[in-house]
Structures are given as structure tokens and as C-alpha cells.
């Protein structure tokens, strides 16, 4: 029987840990990454790559290239019935909880024409404005969204604007029919020792080389801009490259932001009953072995 399992939760949960756990006990099982940032080779520390598991869907695009969430889940679900027909399980790692959706859920999205003259419109606004407009025609997107990543923030208006507000809630908000059976576990965690273990991997990740990570792509030619379009690390970390920041005002800035992006995630995934909540890789772990079994 064709069936699923997604891992769920904020940023710095412990998702890949559960994950890891539920692969080695489980070799019928097949990993997914579904991280819209993960697919981008040479972008290792700063979007936590965990390469001691296999995982489909890492390193298959060069930096500098784009991914729209119609291409990602196309080549998931391409992917998800290949394990399938090796008579596996697959298991889908969250990351980007609207990407997440795309796969477990049954949403189409619409067939768009480029327009030339919304996006340059869209361009000229600033993030502000851009995110109070998305906000007030599409607050669940609104509240699943880097706030700070303007690429992002257009590509989401002009979807809503190109298709209208109520194609866009029918098919790709409403929608919580499963295309396939599926189990969706999302990691608990307290919200003081969330805050503490983001920081605390903001400071590793500095520690483990994620300047140095993001002057190496700026060397080799990656642009400054989409580089900033990511979001999150590599926005701030190119924006203290620029001197626009000192280094501990880049970590603080890093770990705010992080912050009020869990606090949108966990907004998120709140609102979808179908989340099994859990405390550890061990209670996962059960309610796998109960599913597949």
C-alpha cells in the first residue's frame, strides 16, 4: 500500500535528528529533503545540510539557479514514486512547511503568464510593503513566509494576484486531501529551549564556517542579490560582508530574525489538525512502526 511519513516542525526542532533515528530503525524507509534552499549545491552550513543519511533532493541545482515550488513538488513526487516502486516508504523531511503541503496535499497550481509590468511594480516596493499586501490577501502564505526575502514575497503576490485570491485558496491553501496515505509527525518543542538551540546553531554554524561559506560563493561569481533572496543566513551574512554590519550585530540580527521566523513556522503548523504532535525520536518512532506495519 502507497504510503507516507513527513516530519514536521520549526527551524532548529530536530527534524533530520528524528528522521535519522526513524531511517536506521526502519531500512524500508527513504528519505526526501523537502528544503526549497537544501537543493542548492555548495550551500552546506548555512542551510544544515545532514549528509550522515541519504536524502533524494540535495545538491540538485547549481547557485545562482532557481526552483519555483511547481518544479520542486514535480520532481518530488517523481521521486516519492520511484521509492515507491522499490517497495519502500517514503519520508519527507520538512524544512519549508508551504513546499511540505505541496507534496502531502492534493494542490495544483494554476498555469501563469509572466507579467512584465506587476513584477517591476511588485519589485519597487519595499519589504514592508510587499509583506503587508501579501498579508491582507493571503495571510496563511503571509504567516508561512521569510519576511525578509523579497524574491519570495513577489513570487507570492503574483501568484495571488495572476491566479485570484480564490483559486488560490481553493487550490492551494483549502485543500487537506492526501494524495496518498500519510502520517505527519510534528517535533514539540519548547519555545525557551527552541529560542536557545537556534542560537546556539547560529553560533556553531559561525563557528563551523558559514562566512566563509557565503565569501566563497561571492568569489565564484554568485550574486550578491540572490544570495540575499535566500533569506535568513546568507541575506544577513552578505549584508556583513558588505559592511553593512559589524560581526556581533550580524549574530544578533541572525538570531532575531530566526526567532520571529520559528514563532511564523510554528503559526504554521499549529493550524493544521492534522499534525500528530511528538516529544521525541523514541514516540516518532512508535507512531511509525504503527503506521507502516
Known sequence: MKKLIAIVGTTASGKSSVAKYIINALPNTEAISIDSRQVFKKLDIGTGKDKTFLQHLLD??????????????????????????NHKIPLLVGGSNYYMDAIIYKREFPALKTDKKLHEKLNKMSIVKLYNLLKSCDE???????????????????????SGKKTLKKEQVMSRDYRYPTLILGIEIDREKLFSSIDKRVEGRIDEGMIKEVRDLIDQGVSKNWLKNLGLEYQIITEYLEAKYSKDEMIQILKFKIHSFARRQLTWLRSNKDIVWVQNKEEALTYVQDFVL
Open 60 to 85: 540538485i541545482k547549481n547557485p545562482g539557479e532557481s526552483i519555483s515550488v511547481v518544479e520542486f513538488q514535480s520532481i518530488v513526487l517523481k521521486t516519492i514514486e520511484k521509492i515507491i516502486q
Open 140 to 162: 496563511d502564505r503571509a504567516n508561512n513566509i521569510d519576511i525578509h526575502n523579497k524574491r519570495r514575497l513577489i513570487r507570492a503576490l503574483e501568484i495571488n494576484i495572476l
